[in-house]
């Protein structure tokens, strides 16, 4: 039978393949499988045990206290936690390494520790010396927090188990922990959940705050830890450039939160510092009456946050033109491109295209089409859109400006940046709940992206 025998299991996606092949079925990844011993064989533990007891069902109305919250202390952490960390629960964090994972999780541990209570960090990374070197450059050796350099499974568990008061405990990385009863190497897929799953079960009964770091691989997926993803509570991941000091944390699964929430932070020689006010900071290096730049009036989880885009047109070489993006979806660029063409009668097609979100920061939102568009069509008119004017609004195939969530809070961070205009969908403007711009805001509507372009 198949799964008497080993199987080859893709360390990016987790699927199973029989038997060796160079890429995987399941993501088109090269030389992603690695060999695992064979699942076991027959009826789960449960079915063999026999003999469960009646679950109890209730109704949905009863007292349900909101789950107890454990501070960091760092507010944009706290923010993209929902509010600090919750008792019993699991939080992944991953990024590119050397993007600052061990930097914030010292820091909150440090800080949570100092608040009292019983914090624990494990480094399967470092060397205690080292731990201890980065601590004293963060100002942070006073913290009463527990520093152990381990990575057996065993004994992490069996010291967690004799813990009687832990409120938190970082693991730092999970990839470098492992079980001795896998043949399967440290950070494969099979090592990784397993272990994960064995953590995250203690600290469930013993109700401590568990933060498992991993490290994503180039393709952008957390090697192995994707299959993380559903066994803890909320993911966050740190983006940015290595390059840059601008540090983004983004949550993207909290089953205690926002998702989508940020947190911005500045890397310095002493650490992350939180940056309280991120539109000004993304904002701070732009030039005014320049052609290929608007501003656009974002939404990150519940937070306004206002970003400069900036398009390039240049002749292409011959050949099929480059479309070259960062920050944004490039097939949305392409079909915003498209639009241009079709709708509006510009002619594009044979440019260069680049465009770039200034600052580092990634956009998902479809409401950045009208700025993309503003800055495309500045970029390939050279003139320049108005300098104190924001944008935003979804663009639709036919060329038509769709109306977009949380129009307020967008006008009030302009107002509050001193933008005095925006250009938004005609329905915003004139809909059952019309927009009361923040005084000194003119608004210009748009109903369909050829008004931008005359
Ligand atoms: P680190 O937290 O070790 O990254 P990760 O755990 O995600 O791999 O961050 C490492 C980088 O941060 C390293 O390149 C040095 C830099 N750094 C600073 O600039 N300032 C600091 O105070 C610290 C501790 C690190
Ligand atoms: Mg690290």
Known sequence: ????????????????????????????????????????????????????????FV??????????????????????????????????VGG??????????????????????????????EAVEQVRLRAARLGLTESPMALA??????????SLEQETDAALVVIDSIQTVWLDALDSAPGTVAQVRACAAELIRLAKARGFAIVLVGHVTKEGTLAGPRVLEHMVDATLYFEGDRGHQFRILRAVKNRFGATDEIGVFEMTGTGLVEVANPSALF?????????GSAVFAGIEGTRPVLVEVQALLSPSSGGTPRRQVVGWDSGRLSMLLAVLEARC?????????????AGGLRIAEPAA???VAAALVS???????????????????SGEVRQVAQFESRLREAAKLGFTAATLPRRIARGARPAAPPPGMSLSETGHLADLVA
Not at 6 to 29: D, I, L
Not at 101 to 108: D, F, N, P, R, W
Not at 283 to 291: D, I, M, T, Y
Not at 379 to 397: I, K, S
């Open 283 to 291: 904002l701070a290096e732009r030039r005014g009456n320049v052609s």
């Open 379 to 397: 970029a390939a008119t050279d003139r320049p859109t108005d300098a104190e004017a924001v944008y935003f609004g979804e663009v639709g195939l």
């Open 345 to 357: 009668g510009m002619s594009l097609g044979q440019n260069d295209v680049y465009l770039n979100i």
């Open 59 to 92: 109704g949905l109305k009863g007292e349900s206290a909101p789950p107890p919250r454990i501070p960091t202390g760092i507010a944009e952490l706290d923010r993209v936690l929902g509010g600090g960390l919750v008792a019993a629960s699991a939080v992944l």
């Open 96 to 125: 590119d390494p050397g993007i600052g994972k061990s930097t914030i999780l010292l820091q909150a541990a440090a800080r949570v520790a100092s608040a009292g209570r019983r914090v624990l960090y494990v480094s399967g990374e």
């Open 1 to 56: 039978m198949a799964r008497d025998k080993t199987r080859f299991v893709c360390q990016a996606c987790g699927t199973v393949h029989p038997k060796w092949q160079g890429r995987c079925e399941g993501c088109g990844e090269w030389n992603t499988l690695a060999e695992e011993a064979p699942a076991p064989r027959g009826p789960g533990p449960a079915a063999k045990a026999g003999g469960g007891r009646r679950v109890e």
């Open 149 to 158: 350099a381990a990575t057996a499974l065993r004994d992490i568990v069996a």
């Open 369 to 371: 089409d009208l700025a």
